[in-house]
C-alpha cells in the first residue's frame, strides 16, 4: 500500500533548514518515533538517509533523496529498521490486532517491500522489535512478549531462506528496553543483546552475547537502566582493545556510564572484562543516552537528553567532545546505528510545536578536528609538525613516557591501519617519527583526517593524536 496523500498524519513540508537542523515532517502523534532502542533512522551506502514513523497503525518512510518526501508503506506500530551489506533494508514492527504480533518485511535494494511475514505466534502480546543483520544476511530479530505473570525476550533468526524456531532467552518481571547488534563491519557473526530488569531505580542491566548463532549465551549484569550496545570490528588489527563491543547505559545516579569488553571468551565460559572502568562521560541527571557505532579503534559518537536538551557528543579514550547541542526541549530522539559514513551522526528527535509534533533530521560530522594534547609533567607525550600537512609530517614521542621504543600506528576515517611507522632516531629527549602520506602499499593516501595511536609498556600507555593531511 502507498500514498502520498496525509489527512492528519504526517504532513509533508519543504525541508527547513535552522542551525544545522532539519525539520522533515510534522504529525499529530507523540509517538510517532517513540521507544527508544528501536532504530527509527538508517542511512545506506549511496548516502541516502531513511526515517521510519508510526501513527494510527500505519507505518511511514521519510527518505532525504526524495527532499524527505513521506511514503505509507505497510500496516502496523512501532517499526524498527536495520540495514544489509547488500543495501537491503529490513523491518520489524507490530501489528494491529489487540494481541499485537511481530511482523517482518525486507526491501531489496532496487525493490519494494515484501508482504508481512508474521514472526510471533498468537495468544500472548507482543511488543517492541529490534532487528539486526550479520555478515550471512541472516536477520537477528529480538521483542518482548507478555503474559499476565512475566514478560519474555524471545529472539528469532531470518536466514535467507528459513526462519528459526523461536528462543526464549529470558523471562521475569518488568522487562525493558531491549536491543541487538550484530558487527558493524560485517565481520564476525555474534549477536550482542542487552535489557534492564526491575522497576523505579531499582534495576539492572543485562548484556548477553552468542557466537555460535545462539546455541549458547554468555553474559553479565550491572546495577543501571537505559542501555544501548554497539560494536565495530575491522579483521585487521584483531585484539583486546579493537574488538570490543561498547555498553552504555546509566547508573542509578544517572551517570552515563561505558563498558567495554572484548570478543572472546575465557577457557572458564566467563566473559573476559578486559576495561572495566566506570567512565561518566556524563555526569548526573541524564535522561537517556544513544550510541552509534564504534569506529574501532578511534571512538564512538553518542547522542543523550538531559536538563532540556538534546546533545550530541563523541568520545575518544578519555575525551569526551560536545559537538552540538538542540534546545527546545526535543523528544523521542533516536540514533542511526550504521555500517556506512562512519565520520558522520545521523539522529532524529521530535518537538511540541503547540499543535502538533515536529519532526527533526540532524546531521554533522562525528569527529573532533583535533584532540587536546595529553601531556607529562608538562610536556606532551606525542608532537606532530606541520599539522595540517601536505607531504610531509614528523611526529616526536617523549621518550620519558615511553618504556620501550614503540611503533606508530595512522589509521584512516573508517579505523583500518594506513600505515605503521618505526622510529628513525631521536632529538632532545624524543623519538622521531616521518610520515609521507604514503599507505602500506606506498599509495598516496587522499586528504582527510588520520589518526595516530602510539602503544607503549605491554599496551599499558596509548597516546593518540588526529592529523589532517591537506
Same mark, same amino acid.
Given at each position: 500500500m502507498k500514498s502520498h496523500l496525509v489527512l492528519l498524519a504526517i504532513i509533508i513540508l519543504p525541508c527547513i533548514n535552522l542551525k544545522g537542523q532539519t525539520l522533515i515532517g510534522t504529525t499529530q502523534y507523540e509517538t510517532s518515533l517513540a521507544n527508544r532502542t528501536q532504530r527509527k533512522i538508517i542511512r545506506d551506502a549511496n548516502d541516502n538517509v531513511y526515517v521510519f514513523a508510526s501513527m494510527t497503525n500505519s507505518i511511514w518512510i521519510g527518505q532525504s533523496n526524495y527532499d524527505w518526501g513521506w511514503e505509507e508503506?505497510?500496516?502496523?506500530?512501532?517499526?524498527?529498521?536495520?540495514?544489509?551489506?547488500d543495501n537491503t533494508m529490513h523491518l520489524v514492527f507490530e501489528?494491529?490486532?489487540?494481541?499485537?504480533?511481530i511482523m517482518y518485511s525486507l526491501k531489496p535494494d532496487t525493490g519494494v517491500w515484501s508482504t508481512p511475514l508474521a514472526l510471533s505466534t498468537g495468544g500472548n502480546i507482543n511488543i517492541l522489535p529490534v532487528a539486526d543483520v550479520d555478515s550471512a544476511s541472516v536477520v537477528h530479530v529480538v521483542w518482548l512478549e507478555q503474559d499476565v505473570y512475566h514478560d519474555r525476550i524471545n529472539y528469532i533468526k531470518i536466514y535467507p531462506d528459513s526462519i528459526s524456531q523461536i528462543q526464549n532467552l529470558y523471562s521475569d518481571n518488568a522487562v525493558s528496553d531491549v536491543s541487538v547488534a550484530t558487527n558493524l563491519q560485517y565481520f564476525d557473526n555474534t549477536v550482542y543483546i542487552t535489557y534492564a530488569v526491575g522497576e523505579g531505580i531499582d534495576k539492572d542491566v543485562y548484556f548477553i552475547c552468542s557466537s555460535d548463532?545462539?546455541?549458547?549465551?554468555?553474559g553479565f549484569n550491572y546495577s543501571g537502566t537505559l542501555p544501548c550496545i554497539s560494536i565495530g570490528l575491522y579483521p585487521e588489527p584483531v585484539n583486546y582493545e579493537y574488538s570490543?563491543?561498547?555498553?552504555?547505559f546509566l547508573d542509578n545516579e544517572k551517570n552515563a556510564v561505558v563498558k567495554t569488553y572484548c570478543d572472546t571468551f575465557s577457557t572458564?565460559?566467563?566473559?573476559?572484562?578486559?576495561?572495566?572502568y566506570s567512565d561518566y562521560i556524563i555526569e548526573g541527571q541524564v535522561t537517556d543516552i544513544f550510541i552509534d557505532n564504534v569506529i574501532p579503534p578511534l571512538g564512538f559518537g553518542f547522542i543523550y537528553l538531559k536538563d532540556g536538551y538534546l546533545i550530541q557528543g563523541f568520545t575518544e579514550g578519555s575525551y569526551h567532545f560536545i559537538m552540538d547541542t538542540i534546545s527546545d526541549n526535543p523528544i523521542n530522539p533516536g540514533i542511526a546505528y550504521k555500517q556506512f559514513c562512519y565520520n558522520k551522526i545521523d539522529y532524529v528527535w521530535m518537538e511540541d510545536n503547540g499543535t502538533g509534533y515536529d519532526i527533526y533530521y540532524g546531521n554533522s560530522d562525528k569527529i573532533?578536528?583535533?584532540?587536546?594534547?595529553?601531556? !607529562?609533567? #608538562?610536556?606532551? $607525550?606525542?608532537?606532530?609538525?606541520p599539522n595540517p600537512f601536505s607531504a610531509q609530517i614528523t611526529f616526536y614521542l617523549n621518550r620519558n613516557w615511553c618504556d620501550d621504543e614503540p611503533d606508530l600506528s595512522i589509521y584512516n576515517i573508517e579505523g583500518k591501519k594506513v600505515a605503521l611507522l618505526k622510529a628513525e632516531? !631521536?632529538? #632532545?629527549?624524543? $623519538?622521531?617519527?616521518?610520515?609521507?602520506?604514503?599507505?602500506?602499499?606506498?599509495?598516496?593516501l587522499p586528504a582527510g583526517q588520520y589518526f595516530v595511536h602510539v602503544r607503549t609498556g605491554n599496551n599499558k600507555k596509548i597516546?593518540?593524536?588526529?592529523?589532517l593531511l591537506k
Amino acid at each position: 500500500m502507498k500514498s502520498h496523500l496525509v489527512l492528519l498524519a504526517i504532513i509533508i513540508l519543504p525541508c527547513i533548514n535552522l542551525k544545522g537542523q532539519t525539520l522533515i515532517g510534522t504529525t499529530q502523534y507523540e509517538t510517532s518515533l517513540a521507544n527508544r532502542t528501536q532504530r527509527k533512522i538508517i542511512r545506506d551506502a549511496n548516502d541516502n538517509v531513511y526515517v521510519f514513523a508510526s501513527m494510527t497503525n500505519s507505518i511511514w518512510i521519510g527518505q532525504s533523496n526524495y527532499d524527505w518526501g513521506w511514503e505509507e508503506i505497510l500496516i502496523g506500530n512501532n517499526p524498527s529498521a536495520a540495514i544489509g551489506h547488500d543495501n537491503t533494508m529490513h523491518l520489524v514492527f507490530e501489528s494491529t490486532d489487540d494481541t499485537s504480533q511481530i511482523m517482518y518485511s525486507l526491501k531489496p535494494d532496487t525493490g519494494v517491500w515484501s508482504t508481512p511475514l508474521a514472526l510471533s505466534t498468537g495468544g500472548n502480546i507482543n511488543i517492541l522489535p529490534v532487528a539486526d543483520v550479520d555478515s550471512a544476511s541472516v536477520v537477528h530479530v529480538v521483542w518482548l512478549e507478555q503474559d499476565v505473570y512475566h514478560d519474555r525476550i524471545n529472539y528469532i533468526k531470518i536466514y535467507p531462506d528459513s526462519i528459526s524456531q523461536i528462543q526464549n532467552l529470558y523471562s521475569d518481571n518488568a522487562v525493558s528496553d531491549v536491543s541487538v547488534a550484530t558487527n558493524l563491519q560485517y565481520f564476525d557473526n555474534t549477536v550482542y543483546i542487552t535489557y534492564a530488569v526491575g522497576e523505579g531505580i531499582d534495576k539492572d542491566v543485562y548484556f548477553i552475547c552468542s557466537s555460535d548463532y545462539g546455541n549458547t549465551w554468555q553474559g553479565f549484569n550491572y546495577s543501571g537502566t537505559l542501555p544501548c550496545i554497539s560494536i565495530g570490528l575491522y579483521p585487521e588489527p584483531v585484539n583486546y582493545e579493537y574488538s570490543q563491543p561498547k555498553l552504555f547505559f546509566l547508573d542509578n545516579e544517572k551517570n552515563a556510564v561505558v563498558k567495554t569488553y572484548c570478543d572472546t571468551f575465557s577457557t572458564s565460559s566467563e566473559y573476559i572484562e578486559v576495561d572495566n572502568y566506570s567512565d561518566y562521560i556524563i555526569e548526573g541527571q541524564v535522561t537517556d543516552i544513544f550510541i552509534d557505532n564504534v569506529i574501532p579503534p578511534l571512538g564512538f559518537g553518542f547522542i543523550y537528553l538531559k536538563d532540556g536538551y538534546l546533545i550530541q557528543g563523541f568520545t575518544e579514550g578519555s575525551y569526551h567532545f560536545i559537538m552540538d547541542t538542540i534546545s527546545d526541549n526535543p523528544i523521542n530522539p533516536g540514533i542511526a546505528y550504521k555500517q556506512f559514513c562512519y565520520n558522520k551522526i545521523d539522529y532524529v528527535w521530535m518537538e511540541d510545536n503547540g499543535t502538533g509534533y515536529d519532526i527533526y533530521y540532524g546531521n554533522s560530522d562525528k569527529i573532533p578536528t583535533a584532540l587536546p594534547p595529553e601531556k !607529562t609533567n #608538562n610536556t606532551e $607525550y606525542l608532537r606532530a609538525y606541520p599539522n595540517p600537512f601536505s607531504a610531509q609530517i614528523t611526529f616526536y614521542l617523549n621518550r620519558n613516557w615511553c618504556d620501550d621504543e614503540p611503533d606508530l600506528s595512522i589509521y584512516n576515517i573508517e579505523g583500518k591501519k594506513v600505515a605503521l611507522l618505526k622510529a628513525e632516531g !631521536t632529538s #632532545n629527549g624524543f $623519538y622521531t617519527y616521518k610520515w609521507n602520506s604514503n599507505d602500506i602499499r606506498g599509495d598516496t593516501l587522499p586528504a582527510g583526517q588520520y589518526f595516530v595511536h602510539v602503544r607503549t609498556g605491554n599496551n599499558k600507555k596509548i597516546s593518540r593524536m588526529i592529523i589532517l593531511l591537506k
